[in-house]
């Protein structure tokens, strides 16, 4: 396959950023958007071999990345002091070990939760092209049924209080507020248990998102192939990570 250049990459006639910032402009969930630092930006662009005429190569050329409802969703992007995972490092073998590297498939955004958001290449039975969602109260891959694109637009416009409303608590928004876009919370009792516990009766600690993703990774593939009912044993050690 050969490597396109940053000059084939950036496309000057019809770019996909304006049509972007309309969406931005008329979105109903609160936004910011990073601003891109331009070496790493173009880095970025290069990685992902996508050109500007798409959403994902405007995003990931023009944006360190998104905070979509005060930074419960973020949209990966080339970077920022804010958030340092980039669609390439979550993403390449020089920056993802390869046992917990997603193969087949790109990470694009993440939730404070722990929920995982990919364009499948292959890695999931469904569509080629859609975006999936890596649920953390069942531990499974599940077909959101959207383009990055059509993610893209939900996320800035969709009614996330109702597709998270039973993993919020009051005044989330002022707890998510001391948090990068580089860490998550690590809930337990784990969402995929006692489903019915109200989130404000679960603990709930700041770590960083690449704690959340090998935790909830492990977890999905020891617990896989496991019978419904199987008694399930969790030991924790003592740390320093701060409740929130």
Do not use: C
């Amino acid at each position: 396959m050969q490597i396109r250049t940053l000059r084939d990459l950036i496309n000057t006639v019809d770019p996909a950023w304006p049509l972007v910032q309309e969406w931005i402009r008329n979105a109903r969930n609160h936004v910011e958007v990073l601003p891109a630092q331009r070496e790493r930006s173009e880095a970025t662009l290069v990685y992902l071999q996508v050109t500007t005429r798409s959403p994902l190569g405007a995003v990931a050329l023009e944006t360190g990345g998104m905070f979509i409802d005060h930074g419960w969703l973020r949209i990966l992007g080339s970077g920022h002091q804010r958030m340092q995972g980039t669609l390439q490092t979550w993403n390449s073998p020089e920056h993802m070990p390869a046992e917990d590297r997603l193969n087949d498939a790109l990470l694009i955004a993440h939730d404070v939760v722990g929920g995982f958001y990919a364009l499948n290449g292959g890695a999931f039975a469904g569509t080629l092209g859609n975006v999936f969602y890596f649920a953390p109260d069942t531990l499974r891959w599940e077909d959101a049924k959207k383009t990055y694109s059509g993610f893209l637009q939900w996320a800035l416009s969709g009614n996330l209080d109702l597709f998270y409303e039973n993993v919020r608590w009051p005044h989330w928004e002022q707890d998510l507020a001391m948090l990068s876009g580089d860490q998550g919370l690590s809930i337990y009792p784990f969402l995929f248990l006692q489903k019915d516990l109200p989130m404000i009766q679960r603990s709930r600690r700041v770590v960083p998102m690449r704690e959340l993703w090998y935790l909830y990774r492990d977890l999905a593939r020891q617990l896989a192939h496991l019978p419904p009912g199987t008694p399930i044993r969790f030991v924790f050690t003592n740390d320093e990570r701060k409740e929130v």
